[in-house]
Nanobody, 116 residues
C-alpha cells in the first residue's frame, strides 16, 4: 500500500517562499519518478516539477528559476522549494509517484495561497 502525505502549504505574501514536503511510504522501490502537480480553481491539474530516480528533473516553464524539486536518496521524501511566489501560484499542490509499470499514486493535496 503506497501512501503519499503532503505538508507545508499555507498562506504567503507575493515574493515569499514555502517548502512543500511529500512523505512516501509503502512500495517506494517501485517508483521511478516522483513529482508535484497543482490545480487551481476552474483549471486542469498541471505538472509543476518532477524528479526521476536517476536524478534528472523537469519543470513547468512557469516555475523555472523559482521552484526546486529534490528528494532524499531512498525516495522516502520529495521536496518542493518555492521562491518568489506569485498570486498565480495559488492552487492545491499534489504529490505524485509513478512506478516502473506506470501505476500512478497521489496524495490528498495541500493548499498554497499567495496573496498580492
Amino acid at each position: 500500500q503506497v501512501q503519499l502525505v503532503e505538508s507545508g502549504g499555507g498562506l504567503v505574501e507575493a515574493g515569499g517562499s514555502l517548502t512543500l514536503t511529500c512523505a512516501a511510504s509503502g512500495s517506494i522501490d517501485s517508483f521511478n519518478a516522483m513529482g508535484w502537480y497543482r490545480q487551481a480553481p476552474g483549471k486542469e491539474r498541471e505538472l509543476v516539477a518532477a524528479i526521476f530516480r536517476r536524478g534528472p528533473t523537469n519543470y513547468a516553464d512557469s516555475v523555472k528559476g523559482r521552484f526546486t524539486i529534490s528528494s532524499d536518496n531512498a525516495y522516502n521524501a520529495v521536496y518542493l522549494q518555492m521562491n518568489v511566489l506569485k498570486p498565480e501560484d495559488t492552487a492545491v499542490y499534489y504529490c505524485n509517484a509513478r512506478s516502473y509499470t506506470r501505476v500512478e499514486y497521489w496524495g490528498r493535496g495541500t493548499q498554497v495561497t499567495v496573496s498580492s
